[in-house]
T-cell receptor
Framework: GEDVEQSLFLSVREGDSSVINCTYT??????LYWYKQEPGAGLQLLTYIFSNMDMKQDQRLTVLLNKKDKHLSLRIADTQTGDSAIYFCAESSYSSASKIIFGSGTRLSIRP | DTGVSQNPRHKITKRGQNVTFRCDPISEHNRLYWYRQTLGQGPEFLTY????????KSRLLSDRFSAERPKGSFSTLEIQRTEQGDSAMYLCASSPSSPGQYGEQYFGPGTRLTVT
């Protein structure tokens, strides 16, 4: 079945770049997403990429997609304390366009 | 319009009681989704509406769960005879259905259910 996996924790120094990695199994994935969840808040859609793209950049965020290896990454440049949150990788496909399959989330912590 | 809203934000109930949650989507969005999130996990899909029609239901949605969207606007999720395993955050999301945009789901803050 569909599965999305990501590491549970990442710690980076303030000002460095953060790279959060994700792998997925559904070869028919059409959209791949990164969501951010802060304590007590809902999920915030950060960015998404179509499966026919290999890169998308949006200000400090860079998404890289390796469709052959089913690997997605999110790079956050110049990481700030406000970037501390849980980041969820997710995917959806045309076969079931209504639902998004989420990973378990990567908790990003920033150290001074 | 400030986004998807959900009420209540927190609900504590005793096992065996019924609970109902409400979701108000972004006004121009005709797709509405319910997810459940347990501690340390990502959200899991429960069900989905296109306007007032419920088009997909997850296997996670047991017979004790029912969702409605009677006028194609707000939606309710009812859990009957709650069990402790129902304790979770229940998230609602909405999305437009314009071509190329259907993938964008916008989430509400969630309703945290605690069953004692």
């Amino acid at each position: 079945g569909e599965d999305v996996e990501q590491s549970l924790f990442l710690s980076v120094r303030e000002g460095d770049s953060s790279v959060i990695n994700c792998t997925y199994t559904d070869s028919s994935s059409t959209y791949l997403y990164w969501y951010k969840q802060e304590p007590g808040a809902g999920l915030q859609l950060l960015t998404y990429i179509f499966s026919n793209m290999d890169m998308k950049q949006d200000q400090r965020l860079t998404v890289l997609l390796n469709k052959k290896d089913k690997h997605l990454s999110l790079r956050i440049a110049d990481t700030q304390t406000g970037d501390s949150a849980i980041y969820f990788c997710a995917e959806s496909s045309y076969s079931s366009a209504s639902k998004i399959i989420f990973g378990s989330g990567t908790r990003l912590s920033i150290r001074p | 319009d400030t986004g998807v809203s959900q009420n209540p934000r927190h609900k504590i109930t005793k096992r065996g009681q019924n609970v109902t949650f409400r979701c108000d989507p972004i006004s121009e969005h005709n797709r509405l989704y319910w997810y459940r999130q347990t501690l340390g996990q990502g959200p899991e899909f429960l069900t989905y509406f296109q306007n007032e029609a419920q088009l997909e239901k997850s296997r996670l949605l047991s017979d004790r769960f029912s969702a409605e969207r009677p006028k194609g606007s707000f939606s309710t999720l009812e859990i009957q005879r709650t069990e402790q395993g129902d304790s979770a955050m229940y998230l609602c999301a909405s999305s437009p259905s314009s071509p190329g945009q259907y993938g964008e789901q916008y989430f509400g803050p969630g309703t945290r259910l605690t069953v004692t």
